[in-house]
């Protein structure tokens, strides 16, 4: 433990002496601090008395066990990492707030609240890796509660940062994002496109429920703008990938589905999935965004805000170059999705 601290304290020393130009840069492509970073700890471990863990997929330390914290273990998504980790044989530490859920996911957990300080920092002190599937806005905290044997970060963010609209989630992300930037921690922020395929979903099985009650859909300048929906066990290989790639060169990635397609698109394959061929109808943004007040009253009827109106109007399509030959991940075809989905619902 006390080598580790060393080692961490030196990299951050050493890096940031390499590229202080860079240290509080706000954001970088491609960051000198993490490719130095990971040049350095080649020089200050002998490689020869390091061990590779199939656990992890990491090079690491044979004095020190490997432990995978996952934070916001019993979410949505957390479920899902918690599972793929436990059957790939990692020592998983599922970390939450509702102990009846920890309980069902097949492996040690303990209750940590992410606004309790010291309960988190208790929670974290021995583990190597993190895994945080709780939201970008909780970075702060979770980065002031790591233990002192932390090897690799994964956290997750949202492409969502990218939008033009004035947007409070959008900007907790990115100024998320700078936080990790600045701190020099090794690992990163994977940003994902519309997550579908998790239980619960707000994204796919809103437009699915909705064509099955009504098919005629409105949509402001005829569905063309463009999205890049990402399975969300596409996103599981990402993190569990992220949490050991060696040749990382950034401290932020966005992973997105194979290729981008209109809404109208998205809207028609979901519904040949479900056998609802939907009736497009192009009307005015102000007019959507008059209707979508009232979806709040109609029973059945997911409801639609204006936020996600204007954010309709948005091309959201995203190059996933280093998904595919960095993390080694190739995003499934929408359609496959789809099918592997409505086949549990």
């Known amino acids: 433990m006390y080598l580790e601290a060393l080692f961490t304290e030196e990299l951050k020393l050493r890096a940031k002496q390499f590229c202080s130009s860079e240290f509080n840069c706000r954001h970088m492509k491609d960051p ?34 490997k432990l995978v914290a996952v934070v916001g273990a019993s979410g949505k998504l957390g479920r899902r990492v918690v599972a793929r980790l436990v059957a790939d044989g990692a020592e998983v530490l599922a970390l939450g707030r509702n102990i009846e859920k920890l309980a069902d996911l097949g492996t040690n957990y303990r209750v940590a609240d992410i606004n309790n300080r010291t309960q988190l920092q208790e929670a974290l002190n021995e583990a190597t890796h993190l895994v945080s599937c709780a939201h970008a806005r909780f970075v702060p905290a979770i980065t002031q509660a790591l233990g002192p044997n932390i090897e690799r970060i994964v956290f997750l963010g949202s492409t969502r940062r990218y939008t033009k609209f004035p947007d409070k989630a959008a900007r907790e992300v990115e100024q998320s994002q700078n936080e990790f930037d600045r701190l020099l921690l090794p690992g990163v922020m994977l ?51 992220a949490l050991h790639v060696e040749s990382l060169r950034t401290s932020d990635l966005v992973i997105a589905g194979p290729s981008p397609m ?27 965004s008059f209707l979508s007040f009232f979806t709040r009253y109609l029973p059945g009827l997911p409801t639609i805000r204006k936020p996600e109106v204007m954010r309709l109007l948005e091309d959201k399509a995203f190059e996933t170059t280093d998904m595919v030959e960095v993390l080694g991940v190739v995003p499934r075809p929408l359609a496959e999705g789809l099918r592997s989905m409505l086949a549990f619902d």
Request: aromatic share 6%.
């Open 191 to 241: 940003h994902p496109t519309m997550i579908y395929g998790a239980d619960g979903e707000n994204n796919v099985q809103r437009i699915s429920q909705y064509l099955r009650r009504i098919r005629i859909v409105p949509l402001p300048r005829g569905g063309r703008s463009l999205v890049q929906p990402i399975h969300v066990d596409d996103v599981v290989s990402c993190v569990v990938s």
């Open 32 to 65: 000198c601090h993490l490719s130095y970073i990971r040049t350095m700890s080649s020089e200050i471990f002998d490689p020869q008395i390091r061990l590779k863990d199939p656990s992890i997929g990491a090079e690491t330390s044979p004095s020190i066990r």
């Open 262 to 288: 209109t809404y109208r698109q998205l809207i028609a394959t979901i519904g040949s999935e479900i056998g609802r061929t939907p009736i497009f109808i192009s009307i005015p943004v102000g007019f959507i």
